[in-house]
């Protein structure tokens, strides 16, 4: 078992990242870290994240959609159904399990939503990350899936946040709740990460971008907060689900 010790570049946070995955395409990890508070004080938050190399190892990233409409689908039984490789919660929904951000599928706009974040997947295996700006809704042209959410967190390499911006609430920036994050790294590999304890948005982009993220965008979290990697659920949701993400295998 390898145990690394990572620092944040302000030196308030350590990360101790535990490798309990590693394969030829995926790395998956549980991560556990102590953040220390200016006067001393001190918690404790558990993170697990996985990163992919999906290009050129005939992988392929996609949104599903539950498979009972209008009562949404458990994670564990979406496992046994898809068999991917990897996996993590999707986008946030209403009651009703209808989603409130696009799903693309197969190059086609499935679902439309008002979030305005978004990350699509072109057919060779690059990341693009999308943006919803004004009245103009995100343009998917060129991805053959992609899923909207929000809001951002890095953006090129720094951290970004404006709940505003993304269509959110002011009090959005500093609510504390588990998060689930995707993003990727400069060279295309993609991040997909599960905190379990309550962040607020900051502390999440930290986390991301200690883990080499490039780009970054915030998706559902709270209770609907998903994590498989590899034949093992690295976190369960209690709550059944209106869609998630998954890496699977391309058809030949």
């Not at 959110?168 to 060279?187: E, H, L």
């Not at 993220?213 to 590899?230: E, F, I, K, P, W």
């Amino acid at each position: 078992m390898q145990v690394k010790v990572v620092k944040f570049n302000k030196g308030l946070l350590a990360l101790r990242l535990t490798v309990v995955i590693a394969c030829a395409v995926a790395l998956s990890m549980a991560t556990r870290g102590l953040l220390s508070k200016p006067r001393g004080m001190a918690y404790e938050y558990n993170a697990v994240y996985t990163i992919l190399d999906i290009r050129g190892d005939g992988l392929r990233v996609v949104p599903v959609i539950a498979g009972n409409p209008g009562r949404g689908e458990y994670f564990d039984r979406m496992m046994v159904r898809l068999k991917p490789i990897a996996a993590i919660n999707g986008t946030y929904f209403d009651p009703e399990y209808r989603t409130l951000g696009d799903i693309v599928i197969d190059g086609k706009v499935v679902q439309r939503g008002c979030q305005r974040q978004g990350i699509g997947f072109t057919p060779g295996g690059g990341i693009g990350f999308l943006e919803r700006r004004g009245s103009r809704r995100i343009d998917w042209r060129g991805y053959e899936s992609g899923i909207a959410a929000g809001p951002r967190l890095v953006r090129n390499g720094k951290g970004d946040i404006d709940v505003v911006r993304d269509g959110f609430k002011p009090a959005a920036a500093t609510k504390k709740a588990p998060r689930s994050v995707i993003g990727a790294t400069k060279d295309g590999r993609l991040i997909l990460c599960v905190v379990k304890d309550s962040v607020d948005l900051r502390t999440t982009a930290r986390i991301m971008l200690e883990l080499g993220a490039h780009n970054a965008v915030n998706l559902d979290g709270g209770m609907s907060c998903a994590l498989y990697s590899r034949g093992k659920s690295l976190d369960t949701p209690v709550v059944a689900l209106s869609n998630i993400i998954v890496v699977v295998p391309r058809k030949k």
